[in-house]
């Protein structure tokens, strides 16, 4: 599926983070949004890395994982479709504490740091549905 299909405020529609924002606040997020595909088997980014990029799944899915101190693969979860990763180092300013692999041919949106964190303070339907 060609990229450009998802570069609008509709693929941003199936995030369950921004669910019931008007289509005016959805279109500025996603004119603010990098728009990527990642292969299966790549790596999105990874632990102890800079970046505060805020990621939206599209499509495909992804699995987050780190290592113990004796060098063992400790996964956390596979993140499907609608969900988000990467908002920990966009809040806490610090380096990546976990490894993000694309598992499956993958679309992404990204959102910097500073401008995820707008629509956390500006938008109180977004600031609401953090756990």
């Known amino acids: 599926m060609p990229s450009s299909t998802f570069r609008s405020s509709l693929a941003l529609r199936q995030i369950p983070l921004f669910e019931g924002l008007d289509h005016a606040c959805l279109e500025r997020i996603a004119a603010a949004c990098e728009w990527r595909h990642v292969d299966a088997k790549t790596p999105v980014f990874a632990r102890s890395s800079t970046g505060n990029d805020v990621f939206f799944l599209l499509t495909g899915r992804v699995r987050i994982t780190s290592y113990s101190a004796h060098g063992r693969e400790v996964s956390f979860r596979d993140y499907l479709q609608g969900e988000h990763f990467g908002d920990l ?18 679309q992404l949106a990204s959102l910097t740091g500073e401008r995820f964190m707008q629509p956390m303070a500006n938008e109180s339907l977004v600031a609401n549905t953090r756990p």
């Open 89 to 106: 180092s966009a809040m806490d300013g610090q380096i990546r504490s976990a490894d993000v692999l694309a598992l499956e041919s993958s």
